[in-house]
């Protein structure tokens, strides 16, 4: 697929003729001696020149044939600078610099001055509230890092190509905006890990974490002779800072980001050798200067919907009295002493404009361990209304320190949540959390809706209800799955048959999977798998048993648009929440992401297995304990009862109760007449670093290695069955929502919520991935996480490319408000 062959060029294709093709243009050239810009792969150009790692590695092909045919992304590409000098030889001048850009470069990250297409006012509002803030920390981090270069450093400009996707050739991260290139090579690496690197060098320390690439003629690249670069042209991501602070004072939409506590002004542009042409709206230069004069912003949780302009800038509350303690509230929160107001209101950590950073170190709470504090660490302070955002940010700002030197590892915070857990009592754990309290207004007649999970699942009963995304979004942004049923009465039931599929693709090769020893088995073909769907019998075998078996990776990769368009148009014209589910839904902002990049692949992709259905089966999963850096959707389009077992429907109701079900669900199954397809256990993203805690833990009780490339969730090697969500729920506190999807359910999962699946029939899935505005917090924490992985894990790559979808929606969302400005009379 493109997401994993990008680096060797699939896409990539110069779309003019170089100059040097011209005689008139290169004669010219050779008279003048003027610099100019490589506008071809190195390969085309003169023999002598160092040619980048990719093309470097072209050249040195066997088949020369293949190579005259095959386009070859080159790193230089609109990026290295040429001159013949006075002998008419070519040589290399340098690179391009952040000011010699073009309209097309800088019109790519300003926003427009017209209203954009895809979003309206109040879209627009509420997105800037929910991730402005992190918008906000991406540029700190940006302007931090900048402050970091030495003076003397210039700093190059690399413009962004159309269809290629930057990445760190170290971590596979994708790379924003600054990053470090090797002059002579191209090879890449981002801000962390070019810390990392400098960092382990000064210490003498050796760098294991990952393995850096080697240069020409294998040289090893060291970190002081790379190149800072910027892939933003110009001052672009500063301007559209600026217009954020700008944009968000006039329309009232509080802010909670922490631009007005640094000690220097965030915003201010970095200091040029060159001067820099500064590009924004027409006749406009906004001034952060003022806007922090007029419009002093303070630590807010961010507004929820229908707050975002409900209330002016000027009603924004005042800190928190210089009386009160953030150490004395921490002891208070440990303690248990939080009072009853606090408790009913989401309680506020009282942060001070100068306390921070002269708070004393807290006491270690478990044995440390030394954590590098990276370039994303600002990023990942998750922006929120709760007890945990202000304690972490409290503990990332703390001078603590271990005796490296370096920052307490955030376990301290779970050690913290841990010892409140220690100190509930056995009675506290058994009771149930409390439903949601959804405002009676939202929740008008026209939602028919049921609740189940004891009051903390959100079932909407009509798919297609143009009220349903206000309903949804209530319990969306507080982290909960939701199920919308339904919907199999709005798709063409014939195109998800079992039967259509064998006819169309019977003959496909292609791997399956074991679900009772995930052993993967090859050579089979997708007529293999659909033949013993619903026929016992008739089931490929593994010592003369039936195998519970399903279809790995198919369609592969992105292929299920191309391969099934007729499907994808049925499943995208049906999905509920079009708003949030659909490509161009106003608030996927995946969808804000302009052409110009590579697109995310957010599916749909298929899961197609057995059913699970003898007792032995129940410790099983379908697809084990894991979780998605982006939200999802997954629409049950077909649920097949096999013939050829007995006693079906009375194991599937047992392991109904033994998944923990609710009443509800049970009596769905017993009394209504739909088709039970998977139960499902998930659980909330905040929980998770108990999850991977408690599975360690089981971990190392049963003698297993615990490696540091390696994460019990994200390897996706637990199931965890009846005594093992038992242990966790009174060992850890942690409770999830056991779920079970019936045909036409479809299940909303949000980002970063581990989850687990158990089929307890044979199941046709279909889910489509999406980025929503209130859960961007989770995907940062994600692809820093994830960074960490083994080369070789199928979740080590960033494929969001969350920060640029943060950039391009919040350059959006305030080109609307500009545009707005005048109809609406703002000043």
Not at 1 to 21: A, D, Q, Y
Not at 609 to 620: F, M, N, V, W
Request: proline share 7%.
């Amino acid at each position: 697929s493109f997401w994993e062959n990008w680096s060797l060029g699939i896409e990539f294709t110069p779309s003019r003729k170089s100059v040097l093709t011209d005689p008139a243009k290169l004669k010219k050239l050779q008279q003048s001696g003027e610099a100019f810009v490589q506008d071809d792969s190195c390969v085309n150009i003169v023999a002598q020149l160092p040619k980048c790692r990719e093309c470097r590695l072209d050249s040195l092909r066997k088949d020369k044939e293949q190579q005259k045919d095959s386009p070859v992304f080159c790193r230089f590409f609109h990026f290295r600078r040429l001159q013949f000098n006075k002998h008419g030889v070519l040589r290399v001048e340098g690179f391009l610099t952040p000011n010699k850009y073009d309209s097309e470069a800088i019109g790519l990250w300003l926003p427009l001055t017209k209203n954009v297409v895809g979003t309206d006012l109040d879209t627009a509002k509420y997105i800037l509230a929910n991730i402005g803030d992190h918008f906000c920390q991406m540029v700190i981090s940006e302007k931090e890092a900048m402050s970091t270069i030495e003076p003397h450093r210039q700093v190059a400009w690399k413009r962004a190509v159309k269809g290629v996707r930057e990445m760190c050739d170290v971590c596979d991260t994708t790379i924003f905006n600054l990053h470090w290139v090797c002059p002579r090579c191209g090879f890449g690496v981002c801000v962390d890990c070019y810390r990392m690197k400098r960092k382990n060098c000064q210490q003498g320390a050796a760098y294991k974490t990952f393995s850096w690439l080697r240069c020409v003629k294998s040289q090893i690249h060291e970190p002081e002779n790379l190149m800072p670069t910027q892939i933003i042209p110009g001052k672009a991501l500063y301007d559209v800072g600026d217009i954020v602070h700008s944009v968000r004072a006039k329309w009232g939409i509080k802010a909670n980001c922490p631009c007005s506590n640094r000690q220097f002004k965030l915003f201010s542009k970095p200091a040029s050798k060159e001067d820099v042409k500064q590009t924004s709206f027409a006749g406009e230069k906004p001034s952060l200067g003022a806007v922090f004069q007029q419009n002093p912003l303070v630590l807010e949780p961010v507004p929820v919907a229908g707050e975002a302009a409900s209330k002016p800038a000027s009603s924004m509350k005042p800190a928190c009295p210089a009386s009160t303690s953030p150490l004395n509230w921490l002891a208070d929160l440990t303690s248990g002493n939080v009072n009853k107001e606090n408790k009913e209101k989401q309680p506020t950590m009282p942060i001070l404009k100068n306390e921070i950073k002269c708070l004393p170190p807290l006491p270690p709470l478990s044995k440390s361990s030394t954590v590098l504090h990276t370039f994303n660490s600002t990023i990942l302070t998750p922006v929120s209304n709760n007890n945990s955002g202000f304690l972490r940010n409290l503990l990332n700002s703390s001078t603590g320190k271990t005796e490296n030197g370096l920052k307490n590892t955030p376990k301290i915070l779970d050690d913290i949540f841990a010892s409140l857990v220690q100190n509930k009592t056995s009675s506290d754990l058994s009771k149930r959390p409390q439903g949601l309290t959804i405002k009676p207004s939202i929740l008008g007649f026209d939602t028919p809706h049921y609740w189940l999970c004891d009051n903390r699942l959100l079932c909407l009963q009509d798919p297609n209800n143009k009220s349903n995304w206000n309903v949804f979004r209530e319990c969306w942004k507080q982290g909960q799955p939701v199920m919308v049923s339904g919907v199999h009465h709005k798709l063409n039931t014939d195109l998800w048959k079992p039967e259509s599929f064998r006819k169309e693709f019977g003959n496909q090769e292609v791997d399956l999977v074991n679900c009772r020893t995930n052993e993967i088995i090859t050579g089979a073909t997708v007529g293999d798998f659909w033949d013993g769907f619903e026929d016992v019998p008739n089931r490929l075998k593994n010592e003369k048993e039936p195998m519970v078996l399903k279809l790995k990776d198919w369609p592969p990769g992105e292929d299920f648009r191309d391969m099934m368009p007729s499907r994808f148009d049925d499943l995208m014209a049906n999905i509920p929440l079009p708003e949030y589910t659909r490509r161009d839904g106003k608030l996927n902002l995946a969808s804000r992401l302009p052409n110009y990049f590579v697109r995310p692949d957010l599916g749909p992709k298929m899961y197609n297995a057995y059913g699970l259905i003898t007792p032995e089966d129940r410790k099983y999963g379908t697809t084990n304990l894991h979780l998605d850096v982006s939200d999802a959707a997954n629409v049950m389009v077909y649920v097949g009862i096999p013939k050829g077992q007995c006693d079906q429907e009375e194991e599937v109701l047992k392991t109904i109760q033994d998944g923990d079900s609710d009443e509800l669900t049970i009596k769905r199954f017993i009394e209504g007449k739909e088709k039970p397809g998977a139960l499902w256990h998930i659980y909330a993203a905040k929980d998770t670093e108990k999850i991977r805690e408690f599975l360690k833990k089981v971990s190392e009780e049963q003698g297993q290695e615990n490696p540091a490339d390696h994460d019990p969730i994200h390897d996706q090697s637990w199931y965890l069955d009846r005594s093992l969500r038992k242990r966790l729920h009174q060992e850890y506190g942690v409770q999830g929502w056991a779920i079970v999807q019936f045909l036409g359910d479809v299940v909303f999962i949000p980002a970063g919520a581990p989850h687990q699946v158990h089929n307890l029939y044979s199941c046709i899935k279909v889910a489509e991935d999406f980025v929503s505005p209130e859960h961007v917090k989770h995907c940062f924490w994600l692809t820093q996480e994830f960074r960490y992985l083994s080369q070789t894990h199928t979740n080590h790559e960033d494929k969001l490319q969350v920060k640029n979808v943060i950039y391009h929606a919040v350059k959006d969302a305030v080109a609307m408000l500009k545009a707005s400005e005048s109809s609406f009379g703002k000043p």
